[in-house]
């Protein structure tokens, strides 16, 4: 009983980590409009901090192993050794708040706390986390729509991008109807308020839910179905596009929504930008042979502090042609085994871990100046330590500790 209540808690501290940003953003939204000024800079921390004192309450309540203490040391003493290779003018990166809050915040919850968590599939079944995700996305669809909502588009896309994740499969996967309502409002703002990489993900995510199911289905009536469901829907979003898309693209919402603005200037899927920044990024890792340059790298050689948007130039360009190289095939190493060493609803549980957690770091974010990278690695190795059960392996799995328990009565 103590151990599923520590399971549900490694839960709550997840989403709490994930729901402190929305959160955030939504209060200072409220503090602009009644003009509250003592909100401004200690607001984040109080979250990190109310979040941090609930995760120390989870782990004093359960062992800790060696195996955790041990990855822990190995975590800092990297970070210590890049910083002494790193090039002292990006020294003090290491030294900034946010880069604190890592240290004491994301990597001990992360290494502590989230790399256990096993019942992931509460996430889609238990209703407190379905009914708070649909009210985070009205509330911050809302605040865009009627309250001149001025949160940066990046942060407010990835910042929801979880919870539409969320309301997305609980509709695809677990056939919950009402949920289809809200996933329409999460493709609505992601697509109007929200940012190209973070509708791209949440796409990714129906898109791989959708073709699971069909393989798990073993049905090819239910196979045909999906076919002609799949076929309506594109043809649905082709009409409208042809008639709404038009309105939208010559309408006031043109002006506070990123993607509109890329329409309408005929660049949805150009970016100049980052293709300079890949080609000095490109161009760094083939003249540094075999250094390593250290953390926060890319800075220094690209203009204006700017990083390089993607993971794999970043591992190499920080961590060098070896140990980058390494990096990289071990996370793509955890990122394969997680996903077939896992049943439908791991899978399930894989595919949403992957869309709203690490995706963007294909096109943008920082692996080694963002927490929620770390929270991504922590929720792939428990993937990677615990089958997620299936709905039959569930109730067989129940029948059994029934049964042990019977026979422990009885022998009493």
Known sequence: ????????????????????????NLILVIKQKIGLSFLDNNLMIALYVFVLVYAITIILCAPVFKRSLLIIFLIYMAIFLLYIVSNPLVKSEFYSTYNWIIYIYFIPISVFVI?????????????KYIIISDVILLISFVSKVFFDDDTDYMAFA??????????L??????????????????????????????????LICGISIFLLDIYYSGNTTIFINRIIMCIGIVVLLCIGVELILPK????????????????????????????????SCLEAIYGMGLNINGLYYDRMILPNGLYSHNF??????????????????WIFRCLINGFISQSQNGKCVFIFIVSSLFLRYFLSGSIFGEGKFILFMASL?????????????????????KSSSKLEGKYE
């Open 312 to 329: 794999i130039l970043e591992s190499l360009l920080s961590l060098g042609w070896i140990f980058g190289t390494c990096f990289l095939i």
């Open 115 to 127: 790399s256990r968590i096993d019942n992931w599939v509460d996430l889609f079944d238990n209703k």
């Open 248 to 279: 939208l693209v010559n309408s006031n919402l043109v002006e506070s929504s990123y993607v509109l603005k890329r329409i309408s200037m005929g660049m949805l899927g150009e970016s100049n930008a980052r293709e300079q920044i890949i080609k």
């Open 381 to 401: 190795m428990s993937i990677n330590k615990y089958h997620v059960l299936d709905n039959r392996e569930e109730k067989l799995s129940m029948l059994a500790k």
């Open 158 to 167: 990835y910042d929801i991008l979880p919870f539409t994740c969320i309301i």
């Open 1 to 24: 009983m103590l151990e599923n209540k520590l399971e549900q808690k490694r839960l709550n501290c997840l989403f709490l980590m994930l729901l402190i940003y929305p959160i955030y």
């Open 169 to 202: 499969i609980c509709a695809l996967k677990y056939k919950q109807k009402i949920q289809w309502i809200f996933s329409l409002i999460s493709l609505f703002a992601l697509g109007v308020y929200g940012a190209r990489g973070a509708l791209l993900a949440f």
